[in-house]
């Protein structure tokens, strides 16, 4: 049974998007960029064709849309210490992968940049943005990190930016959730989803880590908003996974190896795209 609506309705924001039922979400992984610890003079020129090959990769595969994620930037900086230069790259990145290939693209910008990714979608065209933290707060890697739903909703409004999308973890990864251990995950759904996200995400406890179908339930019965997978998903899991989740992001698995700095893996892709046609009763 579905919660009882607090809000009104929203339109379905991954029908909207990928205009059909249960996405899947590839990740584009670019190495470090400026400013960066592990960034060592490469040419911007080599970083954007290696998101531009894995994004030809993910598209010619039969992946339905493309998340672009600063992920060499390890360690990541605090939200407020983003610096220009991490916004620069991220977007010139983005518009070289957005015209490279025909499909939805999105934007992460770690750690939990929220109002860095609604300029980097603006700019470029994306049409959402993932979240790591929306609501509440929670203990991460980077400290203790706020979520910035009220501060990032109206600098979207700001800059005309309303229809770009917010997908918001409700549990997120690699931190601890003490601050919020005597609330459920239903309840936290029901949070974010008050705190005007779009769709939410169910993930494991680190990148590549299974999300467990339970976790997915929990979740839908804490709101009216679509639910995806957000870590861990292989084609061994896609059948559980499926049958409650409306869609996932995938990104670990898809690299050769299943290593995340690796490129994208076209047989990986191939076995993946297969299993979730299956389970959306295709061929």
Not at 109 to 128: D, E, F, T, Y
Not at 163 to 186: L, Q, Y
Not at 195 to 221: C, M, N, Q, Y
Not at 244 to 251: E, R, Y
Request: proline share 8%; hydrophobic share 45%.
């Amino acid at each position: 049974m579905a919660p009882p609506r607090v809000l009104p309705p929203k339109p379905n924001a991954l029908e909207e998007i990928f205009r059909r039922k249960k996405p899947v979400i590839g990740v584009i992984h670019l190495p470090a960029l400026p400013g960066a610890p592990r960034y060592a003079g490469q040419s911007m020129r080599d970083i954007y064709a290696a998101g531009v090959d894995d994004a030809r990769t993910l598209a010619s595969g039969g992946i339905d849309g493309i998340i672009v994620e600063n992920a060499g930037d390890i360690p990541f900086r605090r939200p407020e210490n983003i610096g220009p230069e991490t916004v620069a790259g991220l977007t010139a990145a983005c518009l070289e992968i957005r015209a490279a290939v025909d499909i939805p693209i999105g934007v992460v910008c770690v750690a939990n940049g929220a109002i860095p990714a609604l300029a980097v979608a603006k700019a470029v065209g994306a049409r959402w943005v993932r979240v790591n933290q929306w609501v509440n707060a929670y203990v991460a890697n980077e400290g203790f990190l706020n979520g910035p739903a009220p501060e990032a909703t109206r600098y979207r409004a700001a800059i005309g930016a309303a229809d770009v999308r917010i997908f918001a973890d409700v549990h997120v990864k690699f931190g601890a959730h003490a601050i919020t251990a005597d609330r459920s995950v239903t309840e936290q759904a029901t949070d974010a989803e008050w705190f005007d996200a779009d769709v939410l995400v169910a993930s494991g406890t680190r990148t590549g880590s299974p999300t467990e179908p339970r976790e997915v339930e929990e979740i839908k019965h804490g709101t009216n908003l679509p639910v995806i997978v957000g870590s861990g998903l292989n084609p061994d899991q896609v059948p559980g996974l499926f049958a409650v989740a409306d869609g996932a992001i995938i990104g670990q698995w898809l690299r050769r190896d299943g290593v995340w700095w690796n490129p994208v893996d076209p047989a990986r892709v191939e076995r993946l795209v297969a299993a979730v046609s299956r389970a959306r009763g295709g061929s």
